[in-house]
């Protein structure tokens, strides 16, 4: 009974080792979400602003504050501290958020919202 009990517990480990060294789906599909995103944000540390500031260092500088890019009025003024749920908020609904921002795009599919913001997390801790 030993053998076959074994036999029964090491699909049931390797299924287990595999569910915690795999990424999680949204690390997986998060060079795919930002893709858009590419449009107007670089991500490189020191990287040049776009249409969109730079957003290496997000989540540990203050917000509006990459150097050298212009933001908008209401942006500089908005009271903001970048964490995964505000800026969960913010790209599901810039402007409801940030009435006046210039940030034209929403992404309203919160899977791809997550993937983002994992994706963020983790080429700007870079």
């Not at 029964?8 to 060079?31: D, K």
């Not at 921002?101 to 913001?117: H, L, V």
Request: charged share 15%.
């Amino acid at each position: 009974m030993k053998l076959v009990a074994g036999l029964l517990a090491a699909p049931i480990v390797a299924v287990a080792a595999l569910a915690i060294a795999a990424p999680a789906p949204a690390q997986q599909n998060g060079p795919q979400a930002f893709a858009a995103c590419k449009a107007c944000h670089t991500l490189n540390k020191g990287g040049r602003n776009g249409i969109g500031p730079n957003l290496s260092g997000l989540f540990t500088r203050a917000p509006a504050s990459a150097p050298g890019f212009n933001y908008s009025a209401a942006f500089k003024k908005a009271q903001l501290k970048w964490n995964d749920k505000s800026l969960d908020a913010f790209l599901a609904a810039p402007q409801k958020v940030v009435p006046g921002t210039r940030m034209p795009i929403a992404t309203p599919d919160p899977a791809k919202r997550a993937a983002i913001i994992a994706y963020l997390k983790s080429e700007t801790a870079k």
